[in-house]
């Protein structure tokens, strides 16, 4: 099943909108914030505290390494708004070298609204004093949905439009693919009118893909 065919078109208004904006030669989709691609979370976002939606998939991506005997260890927690999806696997940068680094992947899933603080410690599980590093997370959990992402065409550009109302905090990230989706936010000047915020993207003639994020 390909990207496309995986994207649900939820109404006639939709399906006419796209095949307008395919006919631009640019592959322009307005997403869903829980929609391909899951949440992850590494080191560089060590006490953060982080909005979340109910149903979000996330991941913690802990960098390590077994063979030196020290691995990832939940410390803390406070609060169940998010919970543990799995079990944690390490997944070794070379599968084909012995002894390598890689990172310690813990699976969860936000259940409902809440928040939900998390603290790990690398050290070994046999002395609660060798830690070497701590990561730490707060994980906000929102049950109200993102706000509507709009694309419409404009005489030359598209524009990209969201309501202002429920938006604080909002940005827009922005995907080449859905197939491990590369969000990134998009460097591009919000404009409002009073109701909406409002920006204009120029076609580039390659499949993009747009959602909201907070």
Known sequence: MTATDQFELRDLRSIRKFYELVSLGCLCLAMPVDSFGDLVFTESDDERIVSVEVGEKIFFDLSGNPSTGYSWMLH??????VVFAGESTFIADNPDMTGGGGVYQYPLQAIHSGTTYFEFHYR????????LKNFTITLNVVSHPSPHLTISRGEINLVLSWPITDSEGYYL????????PQWQALNALVRSDGTNYWVEVQPTGNATYYRLRK
């Open 124 to 131: 070994k599980a046999w002395d609660a004093q060798s830690t």
């Open 76 to 81: 803390n927690t406070n609060g169940n708004s």
């Open 173 to 180: 990230e922005g995907t080449p693919s859905l197939v491990a």
